[in-house]
């Protein structure tokens, strides 16, 4: 079955330390991979997105994410992290298709 | 406004209740979704909607009824609901011909039902 796996359901970390949200899905040849990041009373919003090209793609705001095939993974990464990053952040994956299927997500909290 | 708005942004209703969501979408969008966003799990799609034709139906209980009445608006109608479905609706617009993957989301509505 097509699934999505975000491993850390809390990830603590100080401000300004460097912070990977995990990601991996179910394989597939073709696939369609986002970030979404839901802040404390608001609905979901996009992040990244990997639709081709590059595996590497980059957000507005510092965030990254490569897409690697061989792993199935969409690891999202910061270098440094601010306490405005703390947020869900989801996961998601299309499979050819207009349907997303999320992660669980990842509670991203950032301390001073 | 822009973007994606819901009302009311939060619903506590009774069992016996019949209540209506509504979300609205300002980006000329062609397809809108119902999710169901519960602690702990996957966001669940209970709805999809396709220039007003609904193209996808997840198994949702009958208590549960969508509406799109036009490519801009779309309704969920609630009776009879349980404890269980205490949770945040979130609904989101995508593009659908020309960008099939990405949607864009609104603030949600956070229902209660005691």
């Known amino acids: 079955a097509q699934s999505v796996t975000q491993l850390d359901s809390q990830v603590p970390v100080f401000e300004e330390a460097p912070v990977e949200l995990r990601c991996n899905y179910s394989?597939?040849?073709?696939?369609?991979l986002f970030w979404y990041v839901q802040y404390p009373n608001q609905g979901l919003q996009l992040l990244l997105k990997?639709?081709?090209?590059?595996?590497l793609v980059e957000s507005i705001n510092g965030f990254e994410a490569e897409f690697n095939k061989s792993q199935t993974s969409f690891h999202l990464r910061k270098p440094s992290v601010h306490i405005s990053d703390t947020a869900e952040y989801f996961c998601?994956?299309?499979?050819?298709?207009?349907?997303?299927?999320f992660g669980t997500g990842t509670r991203l909290q950032v301390f001073p | 406004e822009t973007g994606v708005t819901q009302t009311p942004r939060h619903l506590v209703m009774g069992m016996t209740n019949k209540k209506s969501l509504k979300c609205e979408q300002h980006l000329g969008h062609n397809a809108m979704y119902w999710y169901k966003q519960s602690a702990k799990k996957p966001l669940e799609l209970m709805f999809v909607y396709s220039l007003e034709e609904r193209v996808e139906n997840n198994s949702v209980p009958s208590r549960f009824s969508p509406e799109c009445p036009n490519s801009s608006h779309l309704f969920l109608h609630l009776h009879t609901l349980q404890p269980e479905d205490s949770a945040l609706y979130l609904c989101?617009?995508?593009?659908?011909?020309?960008?099939?993957?990405?949607?864009?989301f609104g603030p949600g509505t956070r229902l209660t039902v005691t």
């Open positions: 998601a994956v299309s499979y050819n298709t207009d349907k997303l299927i």
């Open positions: 394989s597939s040849v073709s696939v369609y």
């Open positions: 989101a617009s995508s593009p659908f011909t020309d960008s099939p993957y990405e949607q864009y």
């Open positions: 990997y639709l081709s090209g590059s595996t």
